[in-house]
Structures are given as structure tokens and as C-alpha cells.
């Protein structure tokens, strides 16, 4: 009830610096030194039943699903099971099969959300196994599983959601290590991975100095009729998410595609009107991301870069530069510019950020 938003304009304002504490709060007491890997007392998984887990499902609804897809990527990435996310509702209705040796996760800030709900109990009815990555503590969702990890985020009042989407993936990360080291991650990855997650919120504090910097490229944005949101791999997710973000509280028209996928169709619709964000890790895809963007330059389009380096002036001098990590967590650091670019560009047009029109922070009906 204590909780307000003294400092900010907006309670957002304060979510989004609060990322560097949300983040600690999620890893407090869960790495573990000795043997590299993440101690999580509330999962309910034996080290057996862990290493039998054949496939990771992971439901979610909105932000929440986004960040499924990047846990996907780190499960798949660290502890090598074939993950994916897919929305809670979508999963639900069309009657999936419940495997015994598949891992169901379910994500959801409030606890409360009625589709994510309605599949973990159809999920539960069916004998599937269902672990939780809840912030409210003792929520509909977070009783209903079978286990779980809460994010400790502290209360979300913003309608969009951002430190618990941060924290989500951090979560996310701790259940792929702690996976991972039971089954073929070796110690040194291990080591790696613990080490980059202990620099997210120095890192993250870094990414919030540039604000200013950001406010300036959002009020740009705020000028065009939308955007596309483009990333390959790990940034794609990173992408979906910022244009969520858009959407949501700038109610631009934002479309995220797989880098690749622009060619397929949405090329068509670039121009000089309609920028591009480009979500830009450093990883081998690196080259691939560029010509892309040449392609969209070759057709005067806009370019926004987030990206660890910046590319060639001559594609873009709108870039907001964000500190590397280890790569398989830079999509964490990579989404935190895209939340302070959709607040902006919302504050630019005079929307109200923390109450958009047409949402509620939890969707408790169906
Ligand atoms: C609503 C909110 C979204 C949120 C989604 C899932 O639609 O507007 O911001 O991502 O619910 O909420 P949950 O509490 O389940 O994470």
C-alpha cells in the first residue's frame, strides 16, 4: 500500500530503474560458487526427474509469453532440451497433448491471469508437470503449480510491464543453469554464466544513464505512423517485446519480425516514413543483421540500432549502445532500451503510461 511512485513521473519510470534491484533480488542466495550452478529451493524437481526431461513447454499471455521465448532460448541454449513458448490461451484450446517427460511452464507477473491459469489446471487435470515464474507471491498460479520460482520483483503497478519481463529472464536463466549442470553444461559455462548474471545490474544501471539519449531517438519515433521491430535468434524476442511495448503505450502500430522475414513481405512496406528498430546482438548473426539493414537503407528506410557496437554511420546514427555480456544473456540487456523508447515516445504524445486504454494490468477474465 506504502508503494508509490515518489521520484517519478510514472510509476513505469520507476519499474524501469528499478531493474538493477529487481535483478538482485532474483539472484540473492541462488548461485552457487562452488559448483557453478543455480540453487532453486522452491522448484520441487529431483536432479532424476530433471535429467528425464525430455522437452520444456512454456505458456504465458503477452509480455509474459515474450519472455517464454527467451527462457526457450536459454533452456535450449544451457541445458540443451528442446524448449518453446507458445500463448497460454493458443495452448489451451487446442487440446495439446500432455506428455509425461515434458517440463510445462507457466509465466505470469500477477498470478492471477484467467487463460494462464485455465491451461496449468488443464495441464494438471492431464498429469503434466507444471513449475511457476510468478512475482505475486501465493497467486492463483504460483498454489496451482507444482513448483516454481518467484521473481521477488516487489510490486508492478504499470499496466506494461518491465522489471518483472527483466526478471522473468532472469529467472529463466537460473532454471537453464540449474538445469544445464545437472545435465552436460560444464563447469566453466557454468562459471561463465554466474559471472554474467552477477554484472546484469551494473549493466543495466549503465543502459538507464542513456536515457536522456534514448528520450531524444523516442521522440522521433513518436513521429512516424509505427514501426518494425526486427532481430535474429536472440534478438527476436527482444524485438516482439519492444514492439509490445510500442503498442502498448504509445499506441503506435509496431510489428516485430524475425530479421530474416522481412524480405518475405514486410520489405515492401519500408520506406522512408516507416523506421525500422533493429535489435542488434553481437553474436555470429551479426553480419547477417547488417545486410538486412542495408536493405532497408537501399529503401531510405529509418534505422534505430540496439546494439553492442555501433554500425556504420552510413546505416545509421541513431544507436543506442548497450554493454555486452555473455551472449546468451544479452537479450536481457538488449530489452531494457526498447521499455525506456516506448516510455518515451508515450510521454512525446501525451498518452497516459501507467493506464493505457483498452488494458488492465491482469486479465482475470477470460
Ligand atoms: C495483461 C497485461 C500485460 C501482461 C499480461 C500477462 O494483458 O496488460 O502487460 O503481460 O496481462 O500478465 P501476467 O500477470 O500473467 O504476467
Known sequence: ?????????????KEI??????????????????FHTAHLGGLNLEPREARAIRRVKIIGCGSAYYSGQIGAQLIEELARIPADA?????????NPVVEPDTLYVAVSQSGETYDTLAAVQELRRKGGRVLGLVNVVGSAIARECDGGIYLHAGPEISVASTKTFTSTCVAFALLALHLGRIRDLSPSDGRRIAAGLRALPGQIREILAREE???????ELSRSPGAFFIGRVRGYPVAREGAQKLKEIAYLHAEAYPASELKHGPLALVG??????????????AGKNLATLGEIRARRGPVVAVAHTAPDP????N???VPKNEPEL????????????????????GHDIDKPRNLAKSVTVE
Request: no cysteine; aromatic share 6%.
Open 1 to 13: 500500500a506504502s508503494y508509490d511512485h515518489t521520484g517519478h513521473e510514472h510509476f513505469m519510470a
Open 213 to 219: 539519449h534514448i528520450a531524444s531517438l523516442a521522440q
Open 319 to 321: 544507436v543506442v549502445l
Open 314 to 317: 552510413k546505416i545509421t546514427e
Open 330 to 349: 544479452d537479450p536481457i540487456l538488449l530489452g531494457v532500451p526498447l521499455q525506456l523508447l516506448a516510455y518515451h515516445a508515450a510521454i512525446a504524445l
Open 86 to 94: 507458445e500463448p497460454a490461451s493458443e495452448f489451451r484450446y487446442r
Open 17 to 34: 530503474h528499478e531493474q538493477p534491484e529487481a535483478v538482485e533480488r532474483a539472484l540473492r542466495g541462488r548461485l552457487d560458487p562452488r
Open 272 to 285: 522512408p516514413d516507416l523506421p525500422t528498430v533493429a535489435v542488434l546482438p553481437d553474436d555470429d548473426l
